[in-house]
């Protein structure tokens, strides 16, 4: 239900704020064409 989505939507959050911070980005705007990867 729509509890379980915000609760998703929740730990999909901290994941990236996490592998942001690992990563030395504070911000978006420092994420750079070199940092992403293509496929």
Known sequence: G???V?????LL????DRD???LGIRSLK????D???KY
Request: charged share 25%.
């Open 13 to 16: 959050h901290a994941e990236i």
């Open 6 to 10: 915000a609760r998703a939507i929740s």
């Open 20 to 22: 942001l911070a690992l």
């Open 35 to 37: 940092l992403v990867r």
């Open 2 to 4: 729509e509890a379980g």
């Open 30 to 33: 420092e994420i750079t064409p």
